[in-house]
């Protein structure tokens, strides 16, 4: 490549620049906030982990581990390394490595970047980014309802509307063995429906071809038996305490059995929501219970439940219904005529923002030429959309004092204030969050 030639972003892989990256602050500050009150504790595993982490947690015959990791030698030692794809397998792999069940349940929660090779397009990029809750170490299916409550309370705070929640029961692995031999034995009579997909999964994950997109199959796979109908008792208890306390909390959801979810660690309740309003990437948060994962990465058996919402396509839905997400503001914007004034205004600056006010100053843009004329500074303050501006013209400051000037309200109200004696004033600048 030449110096010149451009450099630019891995295909699928976004820069997320302001004013747009305010918008992913705000929804993660509703998370934080939200994550608090059902008592959600953050966590933070590394991007990178050993490729058999995924290979073991994922299972070997999903998409995601035989077509969309971004798997590398590090070349250094030789180990094989993967980015991860979703973050379950690595807050299983840290709580486990740092004996974090000892003393019973852990509600956790982490956000961040993920990596999948696919197809870039609306919703689905190389680089995209989960937010997710997992609770570890609880049996019951109250939890699975918290897990899911604490989801549709998301959607409530930052105002997304029109979600579905599809609901199913995975059962357990008894269960689902009796179901898979009976799936077998009805695809194998319709053999010539099946795709190469399909027929290559057909012994090894059977219950992923009716995850199918393809449209040939659909009517193969809508009358294919039913997992759900395979359930005992004590599976069949457990999906309905779920549902009942998801009736008690005004909850809407549909029962979907094709519903099987793209990973094989799920048992027993699995759910996405699901809007219409994104075109096919349509899910916008999956998750479900998992209660042999923690013992296939090799941790003492201890049952888990979580999910995982993918933020772009959250975002973007927000943006589809149209839903007001608050922009950042200043409170001021400090106009200098002269670059003399500038330590004491800068000191006087300085005070201000430990008072909690924001502020933004005045700077030049070309060298040389001073702070630039009033008018071009009043042109920027305005932009800024800053609800005072500061004025420290050579009056005011020969006098201590600083004009503020509203450049919200039609006339222009200003008024002097002390540079002595900020804290008496400060607080009528405050407006932002
Ligand atoms: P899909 O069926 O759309 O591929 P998935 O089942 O692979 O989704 P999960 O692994 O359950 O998705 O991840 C949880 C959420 O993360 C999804 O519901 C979605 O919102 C988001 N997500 C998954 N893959 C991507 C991607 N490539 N780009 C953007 N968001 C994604
Ligand atoms: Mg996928």
Known sequence: MSKTQKLVAIKGMNDILPPESAKWEWLEDKVRDLMARFAYRNMRTPIVEPTALF?????????????????FEDRLNGEQLTLRPEATAGVVRAVVEHTMLYEGGKRLYYMGPMFRHERPQRGRYRQFHQIGAEALGFPGAEVDAELILLAHSLWQEIGLQNIELQLNSLGQPEERKAH????????????????????????????????TKNPAMQELVNAAPRLFDFLGEASL????????????????????????????????????????????????????????????IGGKPAPAVGWALGVERVLELLKEQEQPVPEPTSDAYAIIPDAQALPTVMATLQKLRMAGVTVQMHSAVTAGEGMGSMKSQFKKADASGARFALIFGPDEMAR??????????????????????????????????
């Open 55 to 71: 290979v073991r947690g994922l299972g070997e015959v999903t998409d995601i581990v035989e077509k969309e990791m971004y798997s």
């Open 180 to 211: 898979r031999a009976a799936l077998i034995e009805y695809l194998e009579k319709n053999l010539d429906v099946l795709d190469e997909d399909a027929r290559r999964r057909l012994y090894s994950n059977p219950l992923r071809i009716l995850d």
């Open 237 to 296: 208890a457990h999906f309905e305490t779920v549902k009942t306390i998801l009736d008690a909390n005004g909850v809407k959801w549909t029962l979907n059995p094709r519903l099987v979810r793209g990973m094989d660690y799920y048992n027993l309740t699995v759910f996405e929501f699901i809007t219409t309003q994104l075109g096919s990437q349509g899910t916008i948060c999956g998750g479900g219970r998992y209660d042999y994962l923690i013992e296939q």
């Open 400 to 433: 201590g004092a600083v004009t503020v000037k509203s450049l919200r309200d039609g006339n222009g109200q200003q008024v002097e204030q002390p540079l002595a004696d900020i804290d008496t004033w400060a607080a009528t600048l405050h407006i932002t969050g």
